[in-house]
């Protein structure tokens, strides 16, 4: 059974950091690009970054490009976000995906490409 698990949340003050990180588990995803999304309230689920296979390209979002960061560590089946600089609006559950449809290896910003996904990791950035 694959499971996703998000951690790495928490509350900080407009301005810090954080990192996530999402552990994989029941296979390995060696050959798939990751993703990170996030949904405030009230608010669609929305696109924050992909990496594809092999760490080599990732794609974000034009609100955290020069703030966030994503990778990956293929020997721990672990991707992260470091969260530089946060403000306000980045508030939100964030969650981790993975693609396996189309070209699985491929970065991308659409959720219908992402099949498995974590329960989410609360974000809070207050002022």
């Known amino acids: 059974q694959v499971q996703l698990v998000e951690s790495g949340g928490g509350l900080v003050q407009a301005g810090g950091s954080l990192r996530l990180s999402c552990a994989a588990s029941?296979?390995?995803?060696?050959?798939?690009?990751m993703g990170w999304f996030r949904q405030a309230p009230g608010k669609e689920r929305e696109f924050v970054a992909s990496?594809?296979?092999?760490?080599?390209?990732?794609v974000y979002t034009d609100s955290v490009k020069g703030r966030f960061t994503i990778s990956r560590d293929h020997a721990k089946n672990t991707v992260y976000l470091q969260m530089n600089s946060l403000k306000l609006e980045d508030t939100a559950v964030y969650y981790c995906?993975?693609?396996?449809?189309?070209?699985?290896?491929?970065?991308?910003?659409?959720?219908?490409?992402?099949?498995?996904w974590g329960q989410g990791t609360q974000v809070t950035v207050s002022s």
């Open positions: 995906a993975v693609r396996t449809s189309g070209d699985w290896f491929n970065a991308t910003t659409k959720p219908a490409d992402f099949y498995y």
């Open positions: 029941g296979r390995t995803f060696h050959t798939n690009a």
């Open positions: 990496i594809n296979w092999n760490g080599g390209v990732t």
